[in-house]
């Protein structure tokens, strides 16, 4: 069975950061699978990169790698603070370099901190909207956060831990049908555009 590989990424501005241990909670016990590769990239550390360039072909060679590895994913997990009833301005920015083709079909696991529970539908009114414009396969249990879940940044609620135990269980069953239509969806890109 070929290696999956699974890219974390987290909307994170500062450090330390709920949505950064968020993320890598998930991407922890995604690892505990067989023939994965996990890697998570913090916008805290990305974004300056990423806001060098205003378009894709301004991307400077740092840019392309960050930009490529979302690209050539075969799982996502994003993870975003509640800001300002969306998601972060750097998440954005970094959606707005990647090929809108690039991820037909490819699960795609939504997760986001914020203040309040409200806060929680962010991920249904402006997460989910983002990566149904890209196609890809959001799965159907997201993980949501407060602060109150957390001890000392690291998710301490057994109730996050269920949830995501539920989202990967959902992964499990979504994944070699999404990693055929993505492998579909790129020879026929690659059919057009020779």
Request: charged fraction near 20%.
């Amino acid at each position: 069975m070929s290696t999956i590989k699974v890219i974390g990424l987290s909307g994170n501005v500062k450090t330390p950061s709920r949505t950064s241990s968020l993320v890598g909670a998930i991407l922890g016990a995604i690892d505990s699978r067989p023939n994965v590769e996990i890697r998570q990239i913090d916008l805290v550390d990305a974004a300056p990169v990423l806001f060098r360039a205003l378009r894709a072909d301004q991307l400077d060679n740092a840019g392309k790698e960050i930009v490529r590895a979302v690209e050539h994913a075969d799982v996502l997990v994003v993870g975003s603070p509640v800001y300002r009833a969306s998601y972060s301005g750097a998440l954005k920015h970094l959606f707005d370099l990647v090929h809108f083709e690039s991820l037909v079909g490819k699960p795609v696991i939504l997760a986001a901190t914020g203040g309040t529970p409200l806060h929680g539908l962010m991920i249904d009114h402006q997460l989910r909207p983002l990566f149904g414009f890209f196609k890809t396969l959001t799965l159907p249990t997201s993980v949501y956060a407060l602060e109150s879940d957390f001890t000392d940044y690291a998710v301490s609620n057994p109730e996050i831990r269920k949830r995501i135990d539920a989202t990967l269980r959902e992964l499990d069953v979504l994944l070699p049908q999404a990693r055929s239509i993505a492998l579909a969806h790129a020879a026929e890109h690659a059919r057009l555009s020779a």
